[in-house]
């Protein structure tokens, strides 16, 4: 399941992020489309808009295979053959869907077989274990290592986060015309599987995410991958991280930097994430160590007040997270 994500970068780091090789080997940075309608945010839910990859052919017949968008498109599939003249009216919730039935719903089915099939980009997304009528949050995201210095690197002057692997999430989109006239709406609805191993006691379901860039290019590729190859790609991924974040991200109106930071919970069994090796960007200034704060206390303490590339740096600085060994019940 994927109800909740964060995708708090702006355009351009978002579009460095996705830099890719296209069909002459060069390096390339795809190009935005109604960049207008995407608002940075740490909590993100369903009927935002978010930034989703897909290939230029979907907007340009003759376009090269290779070539890739970012479009900014509302959370939650509207389908084309919808005939309710208000989006917002649909009664049925399209936010997720499986993957065991995407093609025998006709919501899901119509769409792939026009081949749009499409990349949902965020930082990472949340996810609540329940235990004893307790939920705790979690942020599950790639583990992060330092890039190499990219063509299309930031300045030096330039204070946002630009070496973050940002999660990359197979989905399903569909563009809704208003039955009585209007703009066309592009919406999307995320994949998704049974959960991996490490994920599986927060819970059962997890984002089909494509974890490299041949995964992201074949599940793209709807011209020359047809659906039944592509769906290959579509398969529970070991490869993540995941730690225990503030439970103010459970108000959908929090939106501040505190959402992602990690905190330290007690009295409530959970799963200490596995370890990964991160290699951390060096910062400038040594850090203190994050607050420690117990789950219902961090309710109470009030949001940090700092820049993107900061908190990023915390979290790789100080936690080369534990070995994978979950308390006794």
Known sequence: MCGRT?????????????SYIDSFGQEQLPD???EDKYFPSYNKSPQSNSPVLLSRLHFEKDADPCDRVI????????????????????????????????LERRSYKVPLEKGRRCVVLADGFFE??????????YFIYFPQIK??????SRSVDEEVWDDWRLLTMAGIFDCWVPPHGGEPIYSYTVITVDSCKALSDIHHRMPAILDGEEAIAKWLDFGEVPIY????????????????????????????????????????PYIIPSRQKITPKSPSKED???????????QKCSSAKRGSAELMERWLKKHELCSNKRPKL
């Open 229 to 268: 190859e592509a769906l290959k790609v579509i398969h529970p991924v070991e490869n993540i991280t995941f730690h225990p974040v503030s439970t103010i991200v459970n108000n959908s109106l929090n939106n501040t930097p505190q959402c992602l930071e990690p905190v330290e919970i007690e009295e409530m």
């Open 288 to 298: 203190r160590d994050p607050p420690k704060r117990s789950r219902h206390s961090a």
């Open 147 to 152: 890039k190499e210095q990219s063509f299309f």
């Open 128 to 137: 609540w274990q329940q235990f004893r009528g307790e939920k705790q949050p």
């Open 6 to 18: 964060s995708c708090h970068l702006p355009v351009e780091t978002v579009r460095r992020a996705c």
């Open 71 to 102: 479009a900014a498109m509302r959370w939650g599939l509207i389908p084309s053959w919808v005939r309710e003249a208000d989006a917002s009216k649909i009664q049925f919730n399209t936010s997720n869907c499986r993957s065991e039935t995407m």
């Open 32 to 34: 935005w489309k109604d």
